[in-house]
């Protein structure tokens, strides 16, 4: 299963970004699903996921300017980040998790640079 992640790119301090990533497959075998980043030389963070059933968990850097969405319709999952600080630079990585198979599949990382 390959997941496609769109967005990124350079982004100016303060300012916001929107991240989404669509995830082949039927919905309702995805219980969680969300993004992970990984700046360099740092280990893989959690950014945010949301559930089957709509309840979202942030990462405690990111918590309260960050917001994880799901489209069931679009099979989408959505990453809106905003007040970006050059810390927030890193390799975005979308996963969602089959339930039923109980495995977890992985985009390919859209690179976020906060730079003036």
């Known amino acids: 299963v390959q997941l496609q992640a769109s967005g990124g790119g350079l982004v100016q301090p303060g300012g916001s970004l929107r991240l989404a990533c669509t995830i082949p497959g039927n919905p309702r075998f995805f219980n969680r699903m969300g993004w992970y980043r990984q700046a360099p030389e740092k280990q893989r963070e959690l950014v945010g996921e949301?559930?089957?059933?709509?309840?979202?968990m942030y990462g405690a850097s990111v918590r309260g300017r960050s917001t994880v969405s799901r489209d069931d319709a679009e099979n989408t999952v959505i990453l809106q980040m905003n007040s970006l600080k050059p810390e927030d630079t890193a390799v975005y990585y979308c996963f969602a998790h089959n339930r039923l198979l109980e495995e977890s599949y992985w985009g390919q990382g859209t690179l976020v640079t906060v730079s003036s």
């Open positions: 949301i559930t089957s059933g709509g309840s979202p």
